[in-house]
């Protein structure tokens, strides 16, 4: 049933932002709940693996034309999706999944051990510079793991999970979901308010998940759009 459903186009831009733009804006500027009222959770996270993809592409696209600059700004995008969308689907979906279905324990513990797997490439690879003849095959190992996880939650566990739901439930998850976009640094002001909590993503990835569930709990559900002018 959900594949009939469409994406907000709102959305679907914000996830294909270039990475210049999406570091300069805070990426919550643009999932607000406003954008992602509509969203069904699968397509949210769906969206984030292409987005995922994308900046695998541009590292190979740039290594390939001998761009290390190019590389560095998608290896920095590329580390901190990967990261935020990791402890979003842990702090959102995963639950979910043991909450609507029956067999959801079993399914989010392998879905936990997967993640833990893609983050200890994540960890090495996030450390390296483009020069380093291990950078590809890093990535490379890290995306063996990565697509083939990518590939059970959106051909068997997403489709439960949202045959189980409704569609308001749905979307609800999706704005919750995309709450977890306040774990990306807003780096050209570290000193607005709105700042995450952890400013580097080992930081983040080290983070205890009780911990960052009680912070989570901290976020505002919804920003008024007047409060967003103030962001640069
Ligand atoms: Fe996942
Ligand atoms: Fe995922």
Redesign the pocket.
């Given at each position: 049933m959900f594949a009939t459903k469409t994406i907000a186009p709102a959305f679907k831009q914000a996830c294909r932002t270039p990475a210049t733009v999406r570091f300069t804006y805070p990426t919550h500027r643009f999932l607000s709940a406003t954008t992602t009222s509509k969203v069904l959770i699968s397509d949210a996270?769906k969206n984030?693996?292409r987005s995922l993809e994308e900046a695998r592409d541009k590292i190979y696209d740039a290594n390939k034309a001998g761009d290390a600059d190019t590389q560095r700004r998608w290896q920095n995008q590329f580390t901190w999706e990967l990261a935020r969308?990791s402890i979003g689907?842990e702090l959102v979906v995963y639950p979910a999944f043991e909450k609507h279905l029956p067999d959801g324990k079993e399914m989010a513990e392998s879905d936990r051990g997967e993640h833990r797997k893609v983050k200890e490439h994540l960890a090495k690879f996030q450390v390296m510079t483009p020069d380093d003849k291990e950078f590809i095959p890093t990535l490379e190992a890290l995306w063996t793991d990565l697509g083939h996880h990518?590939q059970e939650?959106e051909s068997e566990d997403l489709p439960k999970l949202e045959q189980a739901l409704k569609d308001e439930d749905s979307q609800a998850l999706t704005d919750s979901f995309a709450r977890t976009k306040h774990f990306i640094p807003t780096r050209s002001h570290p000193s607005a308010p709105d700042r995450p909590p952890y400013e580097t993503v080992m930081g983040l990835m080290a983070a205890p998940m009780d911990k960052l569930r009680d912070l989570f709990a901290k976020f505002p559900r919804e920003k008024r759009n007047d409060q967003l002018k103030d962001v640069p």
């Open positions: 996270i984030d693996h969308h689907e990518i939650e």
